[in-house]
């Protein structure tokens, strides 16, 4: 059964320091997702991402993140300068229709730990 | 707003109990909602959702627009449903907006 694959599983980083998150979604995929759940908190919507533009993002997604499709397969997350709140589980997700009516799949997620 | 309210952390049932884990939302429209489950060590996966009208692991969910609500119920609980449930809704632009969620431990 294909899968959502995450790499890193787990990133420890110094702050101010670049991470790339990388993610391959389900290759007949058309929507993709970040997500993060802080320790002890709910999972949060960062960005979707369609037609490989930008469709919606929240307010947590603020300059110091991108995302980028570079070769039709990955799908990553760059934080530019990272900050001790950025420590989180980082879920990418993908779906074959929009999510509103798609089953979103998920990958198991990358720990970041922000020193 | 666009809100969904787990009002349990810790759900803790014997083996064979019946189950309830809440989930209340708050929307504007007309929502599309989904439990997620988390087993342990294991991905998020889509367990129902409330378009389809099926049971999934014994587990069903029925919408109550009135009171806004999308609880998950189970007549007989097992082990093996013991996991981290996720009480979801559909925003606009297809993105997931999720509850805290609730643990649900069930035991022998």
């Known amino acids: 059964e294909p899968e959502v694959t995450q790499t890193p599983s787990h990133q420890v980083t110094q702050m101010g320091q670049e991470v790339i998150l990388r993610c391959v979604p389900i290759?007949?995929?058309?929507?993709f997702y970040w997500y993060r759940q802080i320790l002890g908190q709910k999972v949060e919507f960062l960005v979707s991402f369609y037609n490989n533009e930008i469709s919606e993002k929240s307010e947590i997604f603020d300059d110091q993140f991108s995302v980028e499709r570079p070769d039709g397969s990955n799908f990553t997350l760059k934080i530019r300068s990272t900050k001790l709140e950025d420590s989180a589980m980082y879920f990418c997700?993908?779906?074959?229709?929009?999510?509103?009516?798609?089953?979103?799949?998920f990958g198991e997620g990358s720990r970041l730990t922000v020193l | 707003a666009q809100r969904v309210t787990q009002p349990e952390k810790l759900l803790s049932v014997f083996k064979g109990a019946p189950v309830e884990l809440k989930c209340n939302y708050s929307?504007?429209?007309?929502?599309?909602l989904f439990w997620y489950v988390q087993y342990s060590r294991q991905r998020l996966q889509l367990l129902l959702r409330h378009i389809s009208r099926e049971s999934i692991k014994g587990f069903t969910a029925d919408l109550n627009k009135g009171e806004t609500s999308f609880h998950l119920k189970k007549p007989f609980a097992q082990e093996e449903d013991s996991a981290m449930y996720y009480c979801?809704?559909?925003?606009?632009?297809?993105?997931?907006?999720f509850g805290q969620g609730t643990e649900l431990s069930v035991k022998p």
């Open positions: 997700a993908s779906s074959e229709l929009s999510g509103e009516i798609g089953e979103l799949f």
């Open positions: 929307y504007s429209g007309s929502p599309e």
């Open positions: 979801a809704l559909s925003g606009a632009g297809g993105k997931l907006i």
């Open positions: 290759s007949n995929h058309l929507y």
